[in-house]
């Protein structure tokens, strides 16, 4: 039986999980691939450390070079996570000749073009599918069995903290400063959740999706992001009277020869299937020419899901070695061309404000509205809050406008005698 070597960078949660999704369902892998894969180095930073995990200790090193430095190893598993070291790590392993798989969607993001270059110069294969979506397998959906399809939108939940907050703060009424506290007890959230909470994580994610699908580089920075620190539990509340369910959502979509795409909270409607997606579970759905539309569904994040995504690479990798036909045909895509990214379009908006008790209010600011192009849906006015003195809120669904114009009304608006503040602005679906 052949045997397929690895070096694996990086033994934390991610690399525990990859390696016991290999050890227990080794005779599994061998008997469905004809191959032995073995994970011959691990490199570490401290030898000595306690795990809960056997392994010999002839196994771990410190010395990066003792892997991408070895001809017998094939494979190098990135899951180190950060963009550097990592990057020059896979950079450096590639053009030594050796396949890449890795989680790691920030260095994945940021580095995009030079990975696939480097593949592509040295006939070597790079696998990223852990990166997006955990134990979702969605990149190789697309590059697979999809890619007969042109798609027109992909939009997702793609950040299982997030998720499980605004799950929380939905089903329990609960404020967002504790549900982050009890995410990061539960490890659901880092001890510095700004990745998560500031929407960081979701554009990187969606900057990969966006490479892939439609072909077309946007790094992750030049996507328009927002997060989820400013939703409160009356947002919440004023959505399901409205009908929707607050999410951050993750989304890119076609308008002519133009790529819109955005990371934000986003009202979205209680019959749509991203709706029902709860807590730490993950999303993603898209709209294809010819198959319609999609959705995968799973667990987003963890050890052993996103394990399993990263074997899922490897063992793909070690068929086509075995098979003599390792590495990727790459080509320019035509898309690159043709489409211009213009950032976040046009959407509808969700927007609550805080306004004096008196009479023409409603019709003043409808009118200011008005004059900046922006049509109106729906409005409701609730009534005072007791610890308001002659403020009341007052809520608008509306219609289709640029965020720069909304901004620019709600500025006009804001500056008004009638207005106080403007406390939530989220996109509706």
Same mark, same amino acid.
């Given at each position: ?7 694996? #960078? =990086?033994?934390? &949660?991610?690399? %525990?999980?990859?390696?016991? $999704? ?8 061998? *008997? ?122 992909? #939009? =997702?939940?793609? &950040?299982?903290? %997030?998720?499980?907050?605004? $799950? ?8 967002? *400063? ?55 539990k009356n947002d919440i509340r004023l959505a399901d009277q409205f009908g929707y369910k607050i999410k951050l959502l993750a989304t890119a979509k076609k308008a002519g020869k133009q790529l819109e795409a955005h990371v934000q909270p986003a009202f979205v409607p209680k019959s749509h299937p991203l709706a029902a997606v709860s807590n730490e579970f993950n999303a993603v759905f898209a709209a294809g020419n010819a198959v319609d539309d999609l959705m995968f569904y799973g667990k987003g994040a963890g050890p052993m899901p996103t394990g ?122």
């Amino acid at each position: 039986m052949e045997t397929i070597k690895i070096g694996l #960078l =990086g033994f934390g &949660n991610v690399g %525990t999980g990859t390696y016991k $999704t290999l050890e227990m369902n080794r005779k599994h892998i061998e *008997a469905n691939t004809g191959l032995s894969i073995e994970i011959s180095k691990i490199l570490v930073n401290d030898i000595n450390r306690k795990r809960d995990i056997k392994v010999s200790s002839d196994q771990f090193t410190q010395n990066i070079d003792d892997i991408l430095l070895d001809p017998s190893i094939d494979i190098v598993v990135e899951l180190l996570g950060g963009i550097e070291p990592a990057s020059t790590y896979m950079l450096k392993a590639l053009k030594n000749g050796k396949h890449v798989v890795t989680a790691n969607k920030a260095a994945v993001a940021a580095n995009f073009d030079d990975f696939m270059d480097a593949a592509k110069r040295n006939q070597v294969m790079f696998r990223y599918e852990a990166s997006v979506g955990g134990g979702i397998p969605i990149l190789n959906a697309l590059t697979t069995a999809l890619l007969a399809n042109e798609f027109e939108e992909i #939009l =997702g939940i793609v &950040n299982g903290t %997030t998720n499980y907050i605004l $799950t929380q703060m939905t089903e329990y009424g609960l404020d967002y *400063a504790d549900v982050l506290k009890t995410a990061q007890e539960k490890g659901f959230a880092e001890a510095d959740p700004t990745a998560d909470v500031e929407g960081i994580d979701v554009a990187n994610k969606l900057s990969i999706l966006i490479s892939l699908v439609f072909g077309i580089r946007v790094p992750p920075e030049e996507i328009p992001t927002e997060g989820i620190t400013s939703i409160s539990k009356n947002d919440i509340r004023l959505a399901d009277q409205f009908g929707y369910k607050i999410k951050l959502l993750a989304t890119a979509k076609k308008a002519g020869k133009q790529l819109e795409a955005h990371v934000q909270p986003a009202f979205v409607p209680k019959s749509h299937p991203l709706a029902a997606v709860s807590n730490e579970f993950n999303a993603v759905f898209a709209a294809g020419n010819a198959v319609d539309d999609l959705m995968f569904y799973g667990k987003g994040a963890g050890p052993m899901p996103t394990g399993s995504a990263v074997m899922g690479d490897v063992i793909e990798i070690s068929k086509a070695i075995a098979k003599g036909a390792a590495f990727d045909h790459y080509s320019e895509s035509k898309a690159v061309k043709m489409l211009k990214f213009v950032g976040e379009g046009q959407n509808k908006y969700y927007v609550s404000m805080m306004v004096k008790d008196v009479p023409g209010v409603l019709g003043s600011i409808s009118t200011t509205f008005g004059a900046f192009g922006i049509g109106v849906d729906s409005v409701l006015q609730l009534s005072k809050d007791a610890n308001s003195d002659r403020e009341v809120p007052l809520i608008f669904i509306l219609h289709e406008v640029t965020r720069a114009r909304l901004d620019e009304a709600l500025d006009k608006i804001s500056k008004s005698k009638f207005a106080s503040e403007i406390k939530s602005v989220i996109r509706v679906m």
